[in-house]
């Protein structure tokens, strides 16, 4: 119903900056809330960032270096991730969600296939 494709992945040096982007298409007139989501290796998927409606929710962890910027009429959304370590290296997911906006991984509806980020130091 909805299919969502991430990029921009790579590998960066710890303090270097990355923007990932993300595309939804199909039924996408329904989707209230698109986000970020990592999960490194041996880790839990974990929340980073998302929007909808007309606010914004970030991780405590990355708040103040990662900001995420939707555009509704292009079904886009992107992360501009700045300041970045070691400890960020994971696989990133964009998710899109139907009903509300959230930072719980199990409200959201759809998943992309990720892109991976490693920060080397």
């Known amino acids: 119903q909805v299919q969502l494709v991430e990029s921009g992945g790579r590998l960066v040096q710890a303090g270097g900056s990355l923007r990932l982007s993300c595309a939804a298409s199909g039924r996408t007139l329904n989707i209230y809330a698109m986000g970020w989501f990592r999960q490194a290796p041996g880790k839990e998927r974990e929340f980073v960032a998302a929007?909808?409606?007309?606010?914004?929710y970030y991780s405590g962890s990355v708040k103040g270096r990662f900001t995420i910027s939707r555009d509704n009429a292009k079904n886009t959304v992107d992360l501009q991730m700045n300041s970045l370590e070691p400890e960020y290296t994971a696989v990133y997911y964009c998710a899109a969600a139907i009903n509300t906006a959230t930072i719980k991984a199990s409200e959201y509806d759809y998943w992309g296939q990720g892109t991976q980020v490693t920060v080397s130091s």
């Open positions: 929007a909808g409606g007309s606010n914004t």
